[in-house]
Structures are given as structure tokens and as C-alpha cells.
């Protein structure tokens, strides 16, 4: 039996708003993935201890405040300071200008994906990252 994809969504910092991470969290298991859910205001140190106990294969931040030029550089470092950073795949979700997306893909980021994307596009997304992964560990 093959192993499910285990996805972290987690909200960051104090944007209180989790529709469309809770849509994206519930689509993924409709997908046959394993998905955990934070809920609201978690600390960057907060979500990359829940990865690491979960053994999680990819980390989802939705983030609506605006925050994301800080809060995803200090999730980044934090998953280098852990040694997670080449094994767990990190994506973001929300209001992000395409600007930010560039500067935040090349810092890491696998992908940003805006508000109307498709959700099957994010899923497709997971699982070809996910079986690149796998091919690379066989």
C-alpha cells in the first residue's frame, strides 16, 4: 500500500481569517491525502514543531495579513535549522502579490497560489512534487 502525502496547513501569525485554508485542507483529503490542520495563530516555531512531530511531507501557510516577506523567511530558517528544508516541501496560499511570490520562490517557497486557483491545480502541484520525491529516494 502506498504512503498517503501527509500535508501541514497551518495559519501563521495573527490573520484570523481560515475559509480558504479550510477549503484547500478538505479538498487535499479528498485527494487521498493525510491532512493536518493547525487552526489560527500559530507561531512559525509553533508549525515547524507540529511538521517535525507529524513527520509531515509538505507544510501549506495560508496568510492574508501581509506578512508573508517576514513570516516565511523565519519558517525557512527555521526548517534549515532543523534539517527539514530539503525533505518537506513549503507552499503558500493567500493574498501575495506576484512580486513577493518571485522573491519568495527564490528563497524556497515551492509555490504561491493566489485566491480563484483552482484547487485541483494545487493538489496536481503536491503529488508531482511528491513522486519527483520519491523517484529521487528509490
Do not use: C
Not at 485542507?25 to 512531530?53: C, N
Not at 525533505?87 to 496560499?93: A, F, K, R, V
Amino acid at each position: 500500500m502506498d504512503k498517503k502525502i501527509r500535508v501541514l496547513v497551518a495559519k501563521v501569525g495573527l490573520d484570523g481569517h481560515d475559509r480558504g485554508a479550510k477549503i484547500v485542507a478538505s479538498h487535499l483529503r479528498d485527494q487521498g491525502m493525510e491532512v493536518i490542520y493547525t487552526g489560527l495563530r500559530h507561531t512559525p516555531e509553533m508549525i515547524i514543531e507540529t511538521a517535525i512531530q507529524e513527520d509531515v511531507d509538505v507544510i501549506g501557510i495560508s496568510i492574508l495579513s501581509g506578512a508573508h516577506l517576514s513570516l516565511f523567511p523565519e519558517i525557512i530558517n527555521l526548517m534549515k535549522n532543523n534539517d527539514i528544508f530539503d525533505d518537506i516541501l513549503l507552499i503558500g496560499g493567500g493574498i501575495i502579490p506576484e512580486e513577493d511570490s518571485k522573491i519568495l520562490k527564490e528563497q524556497g517557497v515551492g509555490e504561491i497560489f493566489g485566491p480563484g486557483t483552482p484547487l485541483n491545480e494545487i493538489s496536481k502541484y503536491i503529488k508531482n512534487w511528491y513522486a519527483n520525491k520519491i523517484k529521487v529516494y528509490q
